[in-house]
């Protein structure tokens, strides 16, 4: 995913500040803050703030990363299941479970 940029200077900002949530609303993008031509903040919408601490929390976790690695391995290696086998699988567990 990549994401648009734009770049405003600090007094840019605060002339831009109640129309930013908007314009980060049309999709992926951040706002780089500069002050005299250098990047001090990052500005983005919360979603995508939330999406990119998860994401961020996601990586650091070992246990995750190795199972992610492991399933992308798979995938490569031609060993997945078809959705209507695992389909099939999961409407008779839940027959069975009704059932009981």
Known sequence: MS???MEL????????LLSLPEKLEA???VVRVT???KPVLA???WEDF????????????????????????EIKEG?????EE???ELLADAKSTQEV
């Open 50 to 73: 939330e999406s990119l601490t998860e994401t961020m929390e996601i990586m650091s976790d070992p246990e995750t990363m190795a199972q992610l690695r492991q399933s992308i391995q």
């Open 35 to 37: 002050r005299r031509g």
């Open 86 to 88: 695992v389909e099939a």
């Open 9 to 16: 200077s600090i007094v840019g900002v605060r002339k831009e």
């Open 27 to 29: 999709g992926p993008a």
């Open 43 to 45: 500005i983005l919408s």
């Open 3 to 5: 994401m648009k940029t």
């Open 79 to 83: 060993k997945t299941i078809p959705w």
